[in-house]
Structure formats: C-alpha cells, structure tokens
T-cell receptor
Framework: EDQVTQSPEALRLQEGESSSLNCSYT??????LFWYRQDPGKGPEFLFT???AGEEKEKERLKATLTKKESFLHITAPKPEDSATYLC?????????FGTGTSLTVIP | GAGVSQTPSNKVTEKGKYVELRCDPI?????LYWYRQSLGQGPEFLIY????????DSGLPNDRFFAVRPEGSVSTLKIQRTERGDSAVYLC?????????????FGPGTRLTVL
C-alpha cells in the first residue's frame, strides 16, 4: 500500500536553530516527491520537486534531499516567518499522496 | 499571472442540501485536481481531470460527489445531500503536464461547513 509518513508531527525551534523534517514513503513507481508549505487558512504553496535519489534542491534557508526511501527538508538558521506546516507528497502515476505534515514553530 | 482561484472561500450549508464549489485553474494548465483536507490532515485526493475528461475519479468517496470540467478550464465540484462528515476544506490544484514535472499549484480552498 502506498504510504507517506512525516515526522515529527510538530517541531518548535529557537530562531537560528537548524533542524530537519523527515518524509518517509513506500510507493511503487515514484514519479516525483514534492514539498509544500501551508500557512493557516491557505492552500499549500509549492517549494520543491525531487525526482531521483541523490537529488538536492535549495531555496533560501531550505534544502530538500531525496533517497530511495525518504526525503529530508533541512532548515538552516530559521526565522519566525518560516513557521508553517510543511507537507510532503509523492506522485505515483496520476495519484498524489500527502503526508499529514510537520507543524513548525520558530520562536524569536 | 493569476494563480488558482476558488469560490466561495467559505460555504455554510445544512445537512441534506446541495452545494457547488468552483475552481479557476491557472491559464493554460491542462491538469486539474480536487482534494479534501480535514483539520490536521494532509490533502486527500478526490479527482483528476486531464482536459475535459475525468482521468481518475477513484478518490471520490461516494456517488454524492461529482465534478465537471466542461470546457477544459473551470471546474465545479458538486456535492448532493450533504452530510456533516463532508465538512472540510476543499482544495483545487492545477498543473501544466510535462515530461518531468507535474508540479501542482493550489488554490486557497473552500471551507465547507455542513450544519
């Protein structure tokens, strides 16, 4: 059964305290892995797409990596404005499976 | 360029009523998806359109749910005989299918409350 699991469910960081969010998956025929940011009351905002193991992408303080079984979203020196829920999704065929997200709070 | 828009932003209805939720995708995007998101959960796939046709409707929970996209652009999600369990945020996303990228861009969602 295709499955996506994100951990931790919630994470509180001090401003400047780097950390990583995890997305582990079991799907047949991965076409892509996606990271989204979701603020309260809004739709998910696209961050990254990764297609193959070993691939890495960066944007400002965020860096996403992919292995055959999991992806990490590394946050370097986070700021309070990075507080949000981070969602991971995997695509197999035309289907997209989302995890339940990691709620990140960055404390000034 | 405009992003994905959804109307209404909020919809309150009574149990048993019929509702329609509208999605305007990004211009030129051929693929359109509907999702349902409950509190504390990730989006749950409902239906996928490629052009005017529903290419995959396996996520629709039952026959009270139906969606159309008659001209390959705007889509409407229709829910008949609404139940309290239908309360959720309904998200629409669109993508420009390509060889390597099916990246979806989401709208702000419609929050449906069934009383």
């Amino acid at each position: 059964e295709d499955q996506v699991t994100q951990s931790p469910e919630a994470l509180r960081l001090q401003e400047g305290e780097s950390s990583s969010l995890n997305c582990s998956y079991t799907v047949s025929g991965l076409r892509g892995l996606f990271w989204y940011r979701q603020d309260p009351g809004k739709g998910p905002e696209f961050l990254f797409t990764l297609y193959s193991a070993g691939e890495e992408k960066e944007k400002e303080r965020l860096k996403a990596t992919l292995t055959k079984k999991e992806s990490f979203l590394h946050i370097t020196a986070p700021k309070p404005e990075d507080s949000a829920t981070y969602l991971c999704a995997v695509q197999t065929g035309n289907q997209f499976y989302f995890g339940t997200g990691t709620s990140l709070t960055v404390i000034p | 360029g405009a992003g994905v828009s959804q109307t209404p932003s909020n919809k309150v209805t009574e149990k048993g009523k019929y509702v329609e939720l509208r999605c305007d995708p990004i211009s030129g995007h051929t693929a359109l998806y509907w999702y349902r998101q409950s509190l504390g959960q990730g989006p749950e796939f409902l239906i996928y359109f490629q052009g005017t046709g529903a290419a995959d409707d396996s996520g629709l929970p039952n026959d009270r749910f139906f969606a159309v996209r008659p001209e390959g652009s705007v889509s409407t999600l229709k829910i008949q005989r609404t139940e309290r369990g239908d309360s959720a945020v309904y998200l629409c996303a669109s993508s420009q299918l390509g060889r390597h990228t099916d990246t979806q861009y989401f709208g702000p969602g419609t929050r449906l409350t069934v009383l």
